[in-house]
């Protein structure tokens, strides 16, 4: 199949505009001269009102992970305490690198289950350093409390370190306001970028947390700040995915936070509708400080049919969703509606899942998802 037929309707890499590619393909600059920098502030002033934060923030030329492992590895020493709060794939993730670093106190919620406060509460009263959390949690589709989290990290003194990765850019993230000391962003989810870089902000008290003897070297967020201070990063950037970085922002502002926020959200209770509709079951158990992701859907796969299957199929009708991950393979599948995604491509993908449904003896007719689909758009 063309690539170039294919629809991404998974949570991430998302479609990224021709405007973006072509910005890419423009000829190479010098790192350290004015276009270069002209470009660096650029970017950054957007991402800070994305971010709405007056942190510094740094791009980093690595994908998400990459920020994840800047933010504990300049913070945490060996026998610095870290509560990992997991209730997915990526939440295991920031445990298993807070285990390379310090000393991990993890909170384990079933994947796909609410985060239990109280736990996270009783563990930070014990000490710790830092608490981790994934504000969206994508393996799941689950929006995780981080207001109440940010509360918490205050009350017990610990920094908190959050992963915005599927967040950050098509949900409502207030850094600042929530007492987030590190938030990280990936290029290629909300923000509709290609992949590659990743974004953090970084609060000056996380600044003075980065008291070991020996910070990382290329992750070194202290290194990071004095070449901000030049309009200019430690080590040669990325240069073209900067190119797209910027283009990709000025259609976030373009359209406007508010904006962007409500088509992204309109998506995923379009995709809930429809779900509902057909008689699919989202995955997530929500409690009261949790809620469904607004930017990537998580479903159960109906009784008797491997996931994989719904995947393949829809790929064969080039369109691509994701399946689960790690243990939730053949379980779950996940629709993004983050990034440019359009309700067009939305209710293309609904139509395609319910033929596939229809092939797979899980429906006998067509059309209830796409009608429920349509009422929640007439909305927007
Ligand atoms: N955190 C979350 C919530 C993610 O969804 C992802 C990727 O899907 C990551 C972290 C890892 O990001 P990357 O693959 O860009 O390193």
Known sequence: MDLEDTLLMMPGPVPVA???????????????????????????????????????????????????????????????????????????????????????????????????????????????????MVHNETSAGIRNPALEVGMLAKKYGALFIMDGVTSIGGDDVKVDEWGVDIAVV????????????????????????????????????????????????????AVPLFFGLQEALKIVMEEGMDARIKRQATGAAAVRAAMDAIGIEMFPQLNATSAYSSTVSAMKSPEGVDSNDIKNGMMDKGIIIAGGQNRLSGKIFRIGSMGNVAPKDLMMTIQHLELVFRNLNVINEMGAGTEAAAKVFDTL
Not at 187 to 216: D, H, Y
């Open 186 to 237: 990936g290029s290629q989810k909300c923000i509709a970028a290609p992949p590659g870089l990743s974004m953090l902000s970084v609060s000056e008290r996380a600044f003075e947390a980065m008291n070991k003897e020996n910070l990382p070297y290329y992750l070194d967020l202290k290194a990071y700040q004095k070449s901000a201070a030049k309009s200019q990063t430690p080590y040669t950037p």
């Open 18 to 132: 021709p405007r973006v590619l072509r910005a890419m393909s423009r000829p190479m600059i010098n790192h350290r001269g004015k276009e270069f920098s002209a470009m660096f502030d650029d970017c950054t002033t957007m991402l800070k009102e994305i971010f709405q934060t007056e942190n510094d923030l740094f791009t980093i030329s690595g994908s998400g992970t990459a920020s994840m492992e800047a933010a504990l590895g300049c913070t945490i020493d060996k026998d610095d305490k870290v509560v990992t709060i997991e209730n997915g794939k990526f939440g295991e993730r920031f445990k298993d690198i807070a285990a390379r670093y310090g000393q991990v106190v993890p909170v384990e919620c079933e994947w796909g289950t609410s985060v239990d406060l109280d736990v996270v509460e009783e563990k930070l009263a014990e000490g710790a350093k830092a608490v981790t």
